[in-house]
């Protein structure tokens, strides 16, 4: 049966963006899962499954219905023990968890205030106002204030993926030798803002940047489905 994934998009509906609803994507992709993306805007969230949840990604599986995208990996993962795995056993989850929280506290915050004033313009009027607002009762300040630190942070931010870079020295995969949940998971932090964003976060020649363009061609290039924006 199809897997239904409730994909958060702007006024394109064939533009998700969402950094956790791309984490979600690239696991069902990685278990070889038939599923549809459905378009959903910001507004339409809370009518998702009869008000599952208040974020998205959700997916249905059959009777099953699952929010939050690591919720999601591991529902994956225990449901198709026998596709590919996301992490590669106990050992694997817990680093996840650990990659999955730096991805949150040191990308995540300099790449969304990067990327703000373009997700926002890519809003439909309505979701546009409820955007405004949201964000900017969740930040204490003006979209505008926020985002205001882009070019000035840039430096800061290429060198706190020095982590990353390194370890990329080592290995092809943050997962070793071949993709796991904890790549999809650097992978949504960046895919959000190159589907929404024409600001360059990574310089070329970088190795995350390389990293990045062999994630885009996994799964029959299914990162590249959509074009980075213009
Ligand atoms: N921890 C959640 C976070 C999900 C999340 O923050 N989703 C955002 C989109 S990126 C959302 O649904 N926002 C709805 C809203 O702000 O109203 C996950 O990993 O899935």
Not at 53 to 72: E, N, Q, T
Not at 165 to 175: D, F, N, V
Request: net charge negative; hydrophobic share 40%.
């Amino acid at each position: 049966m199809t897997i239904l994934l409730y994909d958060l998009v702007g006024s394109d509906a064939g533009r998700p963006y969402s950094p956790h609803c791309w984490k979600a994507t690239m696991a069902l992709a990685h278990k070889g899962l038939d599923f549809k993306s459905v378009p959903t805007r910001f507004l339409d969230v809370p009518e998702v499954e009869n008000g599952a949840s208040k974020l998205v990604p959700v997916i249905r599986d059959g009777d099953a219905v699952v929010s939050d995208s690591f919720a999601i990996a591991l529902y994956l993962e225990k449901t198709y023990p026998d596709r590919p795995t996301l992490f590669g056993g106990p050992g694997g989850e817990a680093m996840a968890r650990f990659v999955e929280r730096w991805s949150q506290a040191t990308l995540h915050p300099y790449l969304g205030a990067a990327a703000l004033m373009d997700i926002y313009e890519r809003q439909s009027d309505d979701n546009k106002t409820y955007f405004r607002n949201s964000r900017e009762a969740r930040f204490g300040k003006s979209l505008e204030e926020v985002a205001s630190n882009r070019d000035a942070g840039l430096a800061a931010f290429r060198a706190s993926l020095e982590p990353l870079r390194s370890t990329l020295t080592y290995q092809k995969w943050i997962g070793g030798e071949g993709p796991l949940f904890c790549d999809y998971i650097v992978f949504g932090a960046l895919q959000w803002v190159r589907v929404m964003s024409p600001f360059q976060v990574i310089a070329d020649g970088d190795l995350v940047q390389e990293w990045f363009g062999r994630c885009l061609d996994l799964h029959g290039s299914l990162g590249r489905r959509v074009p980075a924006a213009a």
